[in-house]
C-alpha cells in the first residue's frame, strides 16, 4: 500500500489519514479497482478513493450503516448499497476521526451479523418505453436481453432512460441493438 500512497499526487496526506485510521482495526489491506480497499473475512467492507473535487470514504454496506451524524452520500440515484463520507481537506477527516471510527466498527459489525442490503431485482426497474416497443417488435432481442446477466440489463436499462427526449432514447436503443443480440453488456468489448 505504501507503494500505492507514493504514487498518489492529489489527496495523498487525506488518503494517509484514512488509511491510519481505517488500520486500528485489523482489516486486510488490498487494492482493489486500482484502490485502497479493506476486508474483513474476504467480505469488502470500505475503500479510500479519490476524485477530482474530494476523496472519500465508501462504506460497501453503508445503506445499513446508521448515520446518526448524517454524513453519508449516496452518490447517484442507481446506487442501492454503498455509502460515501467525502472530504476536500485533511481537517475534515480529524475532525470526523472519533465519528469515522464508529461508522468502521459499525460495518464490521453489520458484516459480522452477515446481513445484507436488500437489492432492487431488475424486474423492478421500469424499462422505456422506446426499448419495451423493440423488445416486443423482435422476439429475438428479447431472448438476448433476458440472457444477459442481470447487472447488464440494468446497465442498458439505465443507459436507455437517461434522456429526456424519446428521439435519444429510441437512437441509443438502436444503437445498441446489435451488442445486445451478440450477448454482450453496455461496456463490453
Given at each position: 500500500m505504501?507503494f500505492?500512497?507514493s504514487?498518489?499526487?492529489?489527496?495523498?496526506?487525506?488518503?494517509e489519514?484514512?488509511?491510519?485510521?481505517?488500520?486500528?482495526?485489523?482489516?486486510?489491506?488490498?487494492?482493489?479497482?486500482?484502490?485502497?480497499?479493506?476486508?474483513?473475512?474476504?467480505?469488502?467492507i470500505?475503500?479510500?478513493?479519490?476524485?477530482?473535487?474530494?476523496?472519500?470514504?465508501?462504506?460497501?454496506?453503508?445503506?445499513?450503516?446508521?448515520?446518526?451524524?448524517g454524513i453519508?452520500?449516496?452518490q447517484?440515484e442507481?446506487?442501492?448499497?454503498?455509502?460515501?463520507?467525502r472530504?476536500t481537506?485533511i481537517?475534515?477527516?480529524?475532525?470526523?476521526?472519533?465519528?469515522?471510527?464508529?461508522?468502521?466498527?459499525?460495518?464490521?459489525?453489520?458484516?459480522?451479523?452477515?446481513?445484507?442490503?436488500?437489492?432492487?431485482?431488475?424486474?423492478?426497474?421500469?424499462?422505456?418505453?422506446?426499448f419495451?416497443?423493440?423488445?416486443?417488435?423482435?422476439?429475438?432481442l428479447?431472448s438476448?436481453?433476458?440472457a444477459?446477466?442481470?447487472?447488464?440489463?440494468?446497465?442498458?436499462?439505465?443507459?436507455?432512460?437517461q434522456?429526456?427526449?424519446?428521439?435519444?432514447?429510441?437512437?441509443?436503443?438502436?444503437?445498441?441493438?446489435?451488442?445486445?443480440?451478440?450477448?454482450?453488456?453496455?461496456?463490453?468489448?
Amino acid at each position: 500500500m505504501i507503494f500505492f500512497l507514493s504514487k498518489v499526487k492529489k489527496w495523498r496526506e487525506e488518503f494517509e489519514k484514512l488509511r491510519m485510521i481505517i488500520l486500528d482495526y485489523q482489516l486486510n489491506e488490498e487494492l482493489k479497482w486500482g484502490v485502497p480497499c479493506y476486508t474483513f473475512q474476504n467480505s469488502n467492507i470500505v475503500l479510500i478513493h479519490g476524485f477530482k473535487e474530494y476523496c472519500a470514504l465508501l462504506f460497501f454496506k453503508g445503506a445499513l450503516l446508521k448515520d446518526t451524524h448524517g454524513i453519508l452520500i449516496r452518490q447517484t440515484e442507481n446506487v442501492q448499497a454503498s455509502r460515501q463520507v467525502r472530504f476536500t481537506s485533511i481537517l475534515e477527516i480529524v475532525e470526523l476521526e472519533p465519528v469515522l471510527k464508529a461508522y468502521v466498527h459499525e460495518a464490521i459489525e453489520i458484516e459480522k451479523a452477515g446481513l445484507k442490503v436488500e437489492l432492487k431485482k431488475t424486474s423492478e426497474y421500469a424499462i422505456p418505453e422506446e426499448f419495451q416497443k423493440k423488445l416486443n417488435e423482435i422476439p429475438a432481442l428479447k431472448s438476448a436481453f433476458d440472457a444477459l446477466t442481470p447487472g447488464r440489463q440494468r446497465a442498458y436499462i439505465f443507459y436507455f432512460s437517461q434522456p429526456k427526449q424519446s428521439k435519444t432514447r429510441e437512437s441509443r436503443v438502436e444503437k445498441c441493438r446489435p451488442q445486445i443480440l451478440n450477448g454482450k453488456g453496455l461496456n463490453d468489448q
